[in-house]
């Protein structure tokens, strides 16, 4: 349990560095060419894996479907629609309904995989999406490319809400595939890439009509950055969240995943935003959880 502790936080820090290295690279790619991009660069560097670990063991017929169907709904789908709600609601109000992925996905797996969370996990479990609700509704110093319609900002919410089913939908079905074969857990984030790339496949034309434009081409250091962002929030990230979601049951997992948004409270002044007193009560309250859900 406390390898699956450790690697669900450090997935967490992944996805809040890799977070911030995004924010940081201006594009005019479409949300679901933004996702494709990223998983290309992801699964060229995962399908070097088996050179590494060992050849591909034998797949499962059962489990290896739900793996495939899990990146679908949890990386092309899921992903997806968050990039798109985030250039409609911001950050913040964004993490806001994601922050319920704890609870939907605890409560998905007491009735479809009976793994029923203890009254400690449980408070855990609330602490920590307490904390990053705090961290998500604080105001940040400015917004950018945050509509203002009414219609603007209720498209946001059905997309920040798509992105929650997802992505929990996404979580179930990885807990429930590691749970019931010897699959190692960087062979089956490979597996969930595969699926994903392969759904957005379609849109490799306009990803490459973009890329060739001058304007929104990201040269030179753009680049680092797209593969740094990759290699941490893609390839590091889906690596240890699927070795969180093989040693925790999926409500617990999902729990720790979701401190990232806590864990950027430090790195928010480097970014000119001020967390302040509910920022700091919040990072308390998810160190808190973080020990209730690790007890044994």
């Known amino acids: 349990m406390a390898i699956g502790v450790a690697a669900a936080l450090a997935a967490a820090l992944c996805w809040t560095l890799a977070s911030g290295l995004w ?150 079905l990885a807990r429930a595939a590691l749970r019931t074969s010897g699959l190692d857990p960087w062979h089956a984030a490979t597996l969930r890439l595969l699926a994903a790339t392969l759904v957005l496949l379609p849109l490799l034309g306009r990803l490459l009509t973009h890329l060739r434009r001058p304007r929104p081409r990201p040269p030179g250091r753009r680049w680092l950055l797209v593969l740094a962002a990759t290699l941490l929030g893609t390839s590091a990230g889906i690596g240890l969240q699927q070795l969180a979601l093989a040693r925790l049951p999926g409500g617990l997992a999902v729990a720790l995943l979701a401190t990232a948004p806590v864990m950027a409270v430090p790195l928010a002044p480097l970014e000119g935003d001020r967390p302040g007193a509910f920022g700091v009560l919040a990072a308390l309250l998810a160190v808190l959880g973080v020990v209730l859900v690790a007890l044994p």
């Open 23 to 172: 924010r940081r690279l201006p594009t005019s790619l479409g949300p679901a060419e933004l996702n494709l991009l990223k998983n290309l660069i992801a699964l060229a560097l995962q399908l070097q894996l088996p050179l590494l670990l060992g050849s591909l063991p034998a797949l499962p017929l059962g489990p290896t479907g739900l793996l495939l169907l899990s990146g679908v709904l949890g990386i092309a789908l899921g992903d997806s629609f968050y990039f798109a709600a985030l250039r409609r609601l911001g950050t913040r109000r964004t993490l806001t309904f994601d922050a319920g992925g704890p609870a939907v996905t605890a409560a998905a797996g007491c009735l479809l995989l009976a793994e029923w969370p203890g009254p400690r996990q449980w408070l855990g479990i609330a602490l920590i999406s307490l904390a990053v609700v705090l961290v998500a509704r604080q105001r940040p110093v400015a917004v950018v490319g945050v509509g203002l319609r009414a219609g603007h900002q209720r498209l946001g919410v059905l997309l920040a809400l798509a992105a929650l089913v997802c992505g929990s939908a996404g979580a179930l």
